[in-house]
């Protein structure tokens, strides 16, 4: 392969286009330009957003290399890129394209924490020395390597510092205050606990009651930062195919074979996969530890008023709802705001209506809104909130990660190195601590899906009622 490799590219604004990626028969997603035939996939914000990127074939012949990574977003594409980094040879193979699912259909928020396990939650669950060295790992470590690969690489992907809590009872200002001591507990100070007045100054909304100013967190281009550490991995020698299903993973004496539909990739040395509710069936575990459910994302047209004047230090805010808002300003003035988490897939109309219900909530003083982008996007959610790392293989290592449970941009990069440096012996320690977290087993979790979530939201809604000043979050 050349080393005529292209970076991903920001464009000023965005180019409303049909969409290079196929979708599962799942997600979707909408655009408000009548120039994209109503037959076609429209792109989703953030590939509107960028300048056409390298399109690369899909495995043909029998291969052979190293390492094979299945799936080619955030994880697989920094383990892709911190093996190669190492010398290692490795093959990237994805389904569909680089960054065509959950990497490049997220939030692009970057807040401390592994999946829903924050501070307070390694506290309970391990000693003092294994809290800290997890939370660093997933705070400090996690914001500065994305930092560090987009100067080594040169990567422009709209990174900006900062994040916000916002407090909608008064109530979780005591569990806000308790988090942010177990971080400082913890050796990690970045945190800075404000009233209603003082975070007025931050977000001009009246909902609040105060929050939690996080000034390690920020925001981040998700699909920029993908394709920009696929990039990584190219300029190293790495090879990527994308449109290549992995239908087997089958380890036998000499290596791991990886059945495709043109060929077979043998692996001699190992494999990772990057495991999604596509994917899980190559698991070779018979452990459910996780069901899938639904979240949705909006970019409003270009605003009236000046997105400064909404947030004025540019911070990307979720708040302490049970159906969290979350939301940033984009380029060219406009508002990226999602919520909900749904176990059957809503469709577009309900959620355009739910979206700008739920900006008009929060700013008020927006005029004239209508909305540009809307889609959906499929994640997994284990039952304790924390990402289930695994380890397993007769002789070669096997490696899967999943159960985001809707966060971990940055986490999942840092992971990715953890893999490769377990993989060539550099730090087994961190994977290794990983691994050690116990997930429950959910049998028929995944059947069962549509049905559990919305009784689990109910009975957490009857909870937060009982309970308004205790955070509870879906």
């Given at each position: 392969m050349?080393n005529?490799?292209?970076r991903?590219?920001l464009?000023?604004?965005?180019?409303f286009?049909?969409?290079?990626n196929?979708l599962?028969?799942?997600?979707?997603?909408?655009?408000?330009s009548?120039e994209i035939d109503?037959n076609?996939v429209p792109?989703?914000?953030?590939e509107?957003?960028?300048?056409?990127?390298?399109t690369?074939g899909?495995?043909e012949?029998?291969?052979?290399?190293d390492v094979?990574?299945?799936?080619?977003?955030?994880?697989?594409?920094?383990?892709?890129?911190h093996?190669a980094?190492h010398?290692v040879?490795t093959?990237?193979?994805?389904?569909?394209r680089v960054?065509?699912?959950?990497?490049?259909r997220?939030?692009?928020?970057?807040?401390?924490?592994?999946?829903?396990?924050?501070?307070?939650?390694?506290i309970k669950?391990?000693?003092?020395?294994?809290?800290?060295?997890?939370?660093h790992f997933?705070?400090?470590?996690?914001?500065?390597l994305?930092?560090d690969?987009?100067s080594?690489?040169?990567?422009n992907?709209?990174r900006?510092?900062?994040?916000?809590t916002?407090?909608?009872h008064a109530?979780?200002m005591?569990g806000l205050?308790?988090?942010?001591?177990?971080?400082k507990?913890l050796g990690?100070?970045h945190?800075?606990?404000?009233?209603?007045?003082?975070?007025?100054?931050?977000?001009?909304?009246?909902n609040?009651f105060g929050?939690?100013?996080?000034h390690?967190?920020?925001h981040?281009h998700p699909?920029?930062l993908t394709r920009g550490?696929?990039y990584?991995?190219l300029?190293?020698?790495?090879?990527?195919?994308?449109n290549?299903c992995?239908?087997?993973?089958?380890e036998q004496a000499?290596?791991?074979?990886?059945?495709?539909?043109?060929g077979?990739i043998?692996?001699?040395k190992?494999v990772?996969?990057?495991?999604?509710?596509?994917?899980?069936e190559l698991l070779?575990?018979?452990?459910?530890t996780?069901?899938?459910?639904?979240?949705?994302?909006?970019?409003t047209?270009?605003?009236d008023i000046?997105?400064?004047?909404?947030?004025p230090?540019?911070h990307?805010?979720?708040?302490t709802?049970?159906?969290i808002?979350?939301y940033?300003?984009?380029?060219?003035n406009?508002?990226l705001?999602?919520?909900?988490?749904?176990?059957t897939?809503?469709?577009k109309?309900q959620i355009?209506?739910?979206?700008?219900d739920?900006?008009g909530h929060v700013?008020?003083?927006i005029?004239?809104?209508?909305?540009d982008f809307?889609?959906s996007g499929?994640?997994?959610?284990?039952?304790n909130?924390a990402t289930d790392n695994?380890?397993?293989?007769?002789q070669f290592?096997i490696?899967?990660?999943h159960g985001?449970?809707?966060?971990?941009?940055?986490?999942?990069?840092r992971?990715?190195?953890?893999?490769?440096e377990?993989f060539?012996?550099?730090?087994t320690a961190?994977?290794?601590m990983l691994?050690q977290?116990q997930h429950t087993?959910?049998?028929f979790g995944?059947?069962?899906?549509p049905?559990a979530?919305?009784?689990a939201k109910c009975?957490?809604?009857?909870?937060?009622a009982?309970?308004?000043?205790k955070i509870?979050s879906f």
């Amino acid at each position: 392969m050349s080393n005529n490799f292209l970076r991903p590219e920001l464009l000023g604004d965005v180019e409303f286009k049909t969409s290079d990626n196929s979708l599962n028969s799942k997600d979707w997603n909408w655009v408000s330009s009548p120039e994209i035939d109503p037959n076609e996939v429209p792109a989703n914000y953030y590939e509107s957003s960028l300048a056409p990127w390298h399109t690369f074939g899909s495995v043909e012949t029998d291969l052979e290399c190293d390492v094979v990574v299945i799936g080619a977003g955030l994880l697989g594409t920094s383990t892709a890129l911190h093996l190669a980094e190492h010398g290692v040879d490795t093959i990237l193979i994805d389904k569909d394209r680089v960054g065509s699912a959950a990497s490049g259909r997220n939030g692009g928020q970057l807040t401390p924490g592994l999946a829903r396990w924050e501070a307070a939650d390694m506290i309970k669950q391990f000693s003092y020395e294994e809290a800290k060295k997890l939370w660093h790992f997933t705070s400090v470590e996690s914001m500065q390597l994305i930092d560090d690969l987009a100067s080594r690489y040169a990567l422009n992907i709209d990174r900006k510092q900062g994040h916000i809590t916002a407090a909608v009872h008064a109530g979780h200002m005591l569990g806000l205050g308790e988090g942010s001591d177990a971080r400082k507990y913890l050796g990690e100070d970045h945190t800075q606990l404000v009233g209603k007045h003082e975070l007025y100054d931050y977000i001009k909304s009246d909902n609040y009651f105060g929050g939690v100013i996080d000034h390690l967190g920020g925001h981040v281009h998700p699909l920029a930062l993908t394709r920009g550490l696929a990039y990584g991995f190219l300029t190293h020698g790495g090879r990527i195919f994308e449109n290549t299903c992995a239908l087997s993973v089958d380890e036998q004496a000499d290596g791991v074979y990886i059945k495709t539909e043109q060929g077979v990739i043998k692996a001699k040395k190992g494999v990772v996969l990057a495991v999604h509710s596509s994917t899980f069936e190559l698991l070779k575990e018979n452990r459910q530890t996780t069901i899938p459910f639904y979240t949705y994302v909006g970019v409003t047209a270009p605003l009236d008023i000046d997105t400064k004047e909404l947030l004025p230090y540019d911070h990307p805010v979720y708040d302490t709802q049970l159906q969290i808002d979350y939301y940033r300003s984009v380029s060219k003035n406009r508002l990226l705001f999602g919520g909900q988490g749904t176990g059957t897939c809503w469709g577009k109309d309900q959620i355009l209506s739910y979206l700008q219900d739920r900006i008009g909530h929060v700013f008020p003083q927006i005029q004239n809104l209508s909305m540009d982008f809307a889609w959906s996007g499929t994640t997994d959610l284990t039952v304790n909130g924390a990402t289930d790392n695994r380890k397993s293989g007769d002789q070669f290592p096997i490696y899967a990660v999943h159960g985001w449970s809707g966060h971990g941009v940055a986490q999942t990069v840092r992971i990715g190195k953890a893999i490769a440096e377990d993989f060539v012996g550099k730090n087994t320690a961190d994977f290794s601590m990983l691994t050690q977290i116990q997930h429950t087993n959910i049998p028929f979790g995944r059947t069962f899906a549509p049905v559990a979530i919305p009784m689990a939201k109910c009975l957490l809604t009857i909870q937060a009622a009982i309970q308004p000043g205790k955070i509870l979050s879906f």
